[in-house]
T-cell receptor, first 114, second 111 residues
């Protein structure tokens, strides 16, 4: 069974640009969550999608957005990039709408903003 | 404010030692506490704890939850170099689909 796949794995952008990251969950998993990981703040919840609907959103500015497609694949977008957006962006999938247990994480997309 | 606090932040021990990692939490509508291991990129699931006093075990790793004192510990016995990683404690909060993570404990095992 294939794991969670995130693309691209690494990318470099400059301030002011925008970026789109992609996540393909494990087959059969309908919920996808996104997290930002930085050395200073650790892992922070961005948002969660279930059946193409955003169920929850963390405390991030509106420059951070996402969506989910009918095949459960998800994308997140960050517009007007700032230096502080440099981070590892992790996607996690889980089989049910309620996540009280195991999340299956992808390898992440490492974004560097110059 | 909901929070999860882990200690110590980092720990260096010799192979064969036993270590105890700590996690305290203050989270409304507590449902469960999770432990993850992060070696390079993707955190991998270790345990989910929901009931006080019931130890979960997996090989040399074990964990227990105290819902009265609001903390959990993760024990690793007979440590090996492969145990070197960041260990993350996490608690779903607000709703089951939002998870707050602790800052992690970076464990380094010296041969």
């Amino acid at each position: 069974k294939a794991g969670v796949t995130q693309t691209p794995r690494y990318l470099i952008k400059t301030r002011g640009q925008q970026v789109t990251l992609s996540c393909s969950p494990i087959s059969g998993h309908r919920s996808v969550s996104w997290y930002q990981q930085t050395p200073g703040q650790g892992l922070q919840f961005l948002f969660e999608y279930f059946s193409e609907t955003q169920r929850n959103k963390g405390n991030f500015p509106g420059r951070f957005s996402g969506r989910q497609f009918s095949n459960s694949r998800s994308e997140m977008n960050v517009s007007t990039l700032e230096l502080g957006d440099s981070a590892l962006y992790l996607c996690a999938s889980h089989p049910r709408g309620e996540s009280t247990g195991e999340l299956f994480f992808g390898e992440g997309s490492r974004l560097t903003v110059l | 404010e909901d929070k999860v606090v882990q200690s110590p932040l980092s720990l260096v021990v010799h192979e064969g030692d036993t270590v105890t990692l700590n996690c305290s939490y203050e989270v409304t509508n507590f449902r469960s506490l999770l432990w993850y291991k992060q070696e390079k990129k993707a955190p991998t699931f270790l345990f989910m704890l929901t009931s006080s006093g019931i130890e979960k075990k997996s090989g040399r790793l074990s964990s227990i939850l105290d819902k009265k004192e609001l903390f959990s510990i993760l024990n690793i016995t007979a440590t090996q170099t492969g145990d070197s990683a960041v260990y993350l404690c996490a608690v779903p909060y607000s709703s089951a689909s939002k998870i707050i993570f602790g800052s992690g404990t970076r464990l380094s095992i010296r041969p």
